[in-house]
């Protein structure tokens, strides 16, 4: 079994905020699978299990606040007797750009409280993360993670998710250090609208939708980007070296 939490804070105000995000993952993967509205609270935490793939899989919401997340992480671990290496914990990073993820098998809080709650609750920093990235903030750095993804951000923030969802699944699948290997290396295509940069005037939708050229002939991929991840209709995958996408039992 594997668990996977994702942090953010519980109420109405949060919904959508950058600190969420972690949360938005979460509502990913649960859609992907067909569990949207199956989840059950329990322990601080809003959980939702079933297999995905070849893996039976937990996907936790803690419920405490971010300051807290550990107790509720605690007791998830100890009712499911799993090991912290069988853990994932995925959170906001305002260091990393939005289109950037970091794959970790272990390290610090790096100032995030909620990791900082993990790792003094459990007494170790020997679990994996996935740092997610939303952006550099400004002068007040709370008004800035508890703020809403901006319209100009929209699309590329879906891409994000999809990307994130596709890198848990291959943490499942291969470990965090596979994983890290394909998904530390991957950003957003390089056609994707820059959050911030003007729209042309006219058809802007079709062009927040198209991100990447579609590959001739194969309407179901695009074309590789510069670490050679395409994107297919189950999400983002990496190339092999013969040109095919890599599976992983999907």
Known sequence: MKIVVGLGNPGKQYDGTRHNVGWMVLDRIAERAGWTGRGKTRDDALAVRGRWGDTDLVLVKPLTYMNLSGLAVRKVLAREHVPMADLLVVVDDFALPLGRLRLREEG???????????????????????????????????????????????????????????????????????????????????????????????????????????????????????????????????????????????
Do not use: C, Y
């Open 108 to 250: 610090s809080a790096g100032g995030h409280n909620g990791l900082k709650s993990i790792i003094a609750e459990m007494g170790t920093q020997k679990f994996a993360r996935l740092r997610v990235g939303i952006g550099e903030p400004g002068q007040n750095v709370v008004d800035h993670v508890l703020s809403r993804f901006q319209a100009d951000e929209q699309a590329a923030l879906d891409r994000v998710l999809g990307a994130a969802a596709d890198a848990v699944e291959d943490w499942t699948e291969d470990g965090a250090a596979r994983a890290a290997n394909t998904w530390n290396a991957w950003s957003l295509p390089s056609a994707d609208p820059v959050p911030g940069a003007a729209l042309p005037v006219g058809g802007a939708p079709a062009a927040l939708g198209s991100g990447i050229a579609p590959v001739p002939g194969s309407p179901e991929r695009s074309a590789p980007d510069a670490n050679g991840v395409v994107r297919t209709k189950t999400g983002w995958r990496k190339l092999l070296p013969g040109g095919g996408p890599e599976e992983h039992g999907r």
